[in-house]
């Protein structure tokens, strides 16, 4: 059972399109990450997020977290091929310590 | 700097098999995490260590389930009598600090180990 729940689960676009992936739950987390995993590979961490309301650039990829600090979305603008992979949020308890990830967004960015 | 390292990265077992996985986290790293995912999902947590303490093993999902770090570094974690649900990825993570800031708290995880049970 996941506490965070993404959509879509799968994405398809062509090269040079925009796209927005959610990630939202019930609970309050204290922090929230983002991470992207390729195949064979364990998650890297893209980006953490801790105040409601915030958001974050890092290149061509905007995330924020809710207001209500329970959900939180990640746009890519002008997806490029090597944007291709497993997008996976992640929420943290009070403690820092325990993550509870979703279930993780596909995304194919065909050339 | 070395990341962290996982090994073996695939086992096949029998069903009824003991396995052991190892995880050499990087050098100096405080916490150790121990994570499941399954095929098409995200990892679930399954137990932490803040160095040879495990501090937190909810996850575990039955007895058949052990993990340890018994020197704060390199941790196992064991899986007795090993049954078809138990095939997964198992990634390992650790950070560098146990301070509950999330700079500090970045995981950096290992390739995983993806275990068959036949």
């Known amino acids: 059972t996941q506490l965070l729940e993404q959509s879509p689960q799968f994405l398809s676009i062509q090269e040079g399109e925009n796209l927005t992936v959610y990630c939202n739950s019930s609970s309050v987390f204290s922090s929230l990450q983002w991470y992207r995993q390729e195949p064979g590979e364990g998650p890297v961490l893209l980006v953490t997020?801790?105040?409601?309301?915030e958001v974050k650039k890092l290149k061509r990829l905007t995330f924020q977290f809710g207001d209500a600090r329970k959900d939180s979305s990640l746009h890519i603008t002008a997806a490029q091929p090597g944007d291709t992979g497993l997008y996976l949020c992640?929420?943290?308890?009070?403690?820092?310590?325990?993550?509870?990830f979703g279930s993780g967004t596909k995304l194919n960015v065909k050339p | 700097g070395a990341g962290v390292s996982q090994s073996p990265r695939y086992k096949v077992a029998k069903r009824g098999q003991d396995v052991a996985l190892r995880c050499d986290p990087i050098?100096?790293?405080?916490?150790l995490f121990w994570y499941q995912q399954a095929l098409g999902q995200g990892p679930e947590f399954l137990t932490y260590f803040q160095n040879e303490a495990q501090l937190d093993k909810s996850g575990l999902p039955s007895d058949r389930f052990f993990a340890e770090r018994p020197e704060g570094s390199v941790s196992t974690l064991k899986i007795q009598r090993t049954q078809q649900e138990d095939s997964a990825v198992y990634l390992c993570?650790?950070?560098?600090?146990?301070?509950?800031?999330?700079?500090?708290?970045?995981?950096?995880f290992g390739p995983g180990t993806r275990l068959t049970v036949l």
């Open positions: 050098s100096g790293h405080v916490s």
């Open positions: 993570a650790s950070s560098r600090d146990r301070a509950f800031i999330p700079v500090y708290n970045e995981q950096f």
């Open positions: 992640a929420g943290a308890e009070d403690n820092f310590n325990k993550f509870y």
């Open positions: 997020v801790v105040t409601g309301g």
